[in-house]
């Protein structure tokens, strides 16, 4: 069975910097575009990262995206507390013959 | 620019059948370069991508959730609808429409606001 995994928390300071890593396998973050959406509570999540490290327009490049074999990375520099949301990595699965969302990551801005 | 919106009974007894739609405005569903999605989010859970639709009517679906779940679409209407038959408490969610870039990165965006599905009695 497919599966793309996050560490489910992350943490930093103000000001700090924080990276929140994607593991994956050759049939889904090996071979295929990964995307990143913060997702905060009660809202829509929102497109981050596509296609592995492009920003969408509007996204601060405080954010940045990367990817290395099957894992990926999301890096967000300068942390400001409305960055405090959910981070999910998501990626098409060749196996599966569908998207498949890694399970998120919980970022807390201390 | 793009908006999406979720609409339907936000509650559903077990065993019956889930339906919900999303319109479409400010941006037409018949588009050669995108696919339309549905997901969902369980509560405390993270993100599931259930299935995507393109405007012809192409359809591919979670697999696990395929034998259950049909996406349709409408588009004199700029609609498209998902319905998931047999539903127990495990498909209690919120789930979001989102345009789908199926063709090259898989990525969706706009996401509607998401509307809360529970299933109870």
């Known amino acids: 069975q497919s599966v793309v995994t996050q560490t489910p928390s992350a943490s930093g300071t103000p000001g700090q910097g924080v990276a929140i890593s994607c593991s994956g396998s050759?049939?889904?973050?090996?071979?295929?575009?990964v995307n990143w959406y913060q997702h905060l509570p009660g809202t829509a999540p929102k497109l981050l990262i596509y296609n592995n490290n492009k920003r969408p327009s509007g996204v601060p490049d405080r954010f940045s995206g990367s990817k290395s074999g099957t894992s990926a990375f999301l890096a967000i520099s300068g942390l400001q507390s409305e960055d405090e949301a959910d981070y999910y990595c998501a990626a098409w699965d060749d196996s599966l013959n569908g998207v498949i969302f890694g399970g998120g990551t919980k970022l807390t801005v201390l | 620019q793009l908006q999406l919106q979720e609409s339907g009974p936000g509650l559903v007894k077990p065993s019956e059948t889930l339906s919900l739609t999303c319109t479409v405005s400010d941006g037409s569903i018949r588009s050669s370069t995108y696919y339309w999605g549905w997901i969902r989010q369980p509560p405390g859970k993270g993100l599931e991508w259930v299935g995507s639709i393109y405007y012809s009517g192409t359809t591919y679906y979670n697999p696990s959730l395929k034998s259950r779940v049909t996406i349709s679409v409408d588009t004199s209407k700029n609609q498209f609808s998902l319905k998931v038959n047999s539903v127990t408490a495990a498909d209690t969610a919120v789930y979001y429409c989102?345009?789908?870039?199926?063709?090259?990165?898989?990525?969706?965006?706009?996401w509607g606001q998401g509307t809360l599905v529970t299933v109870s009695s």
């Open positions: 989102a345009r789908h870039d199926a063709a090259t990165h898989n990525w969706f965006d706009p």
């Open positions: 050759s049939s889904n973050i090996g071979r295929n575009s």
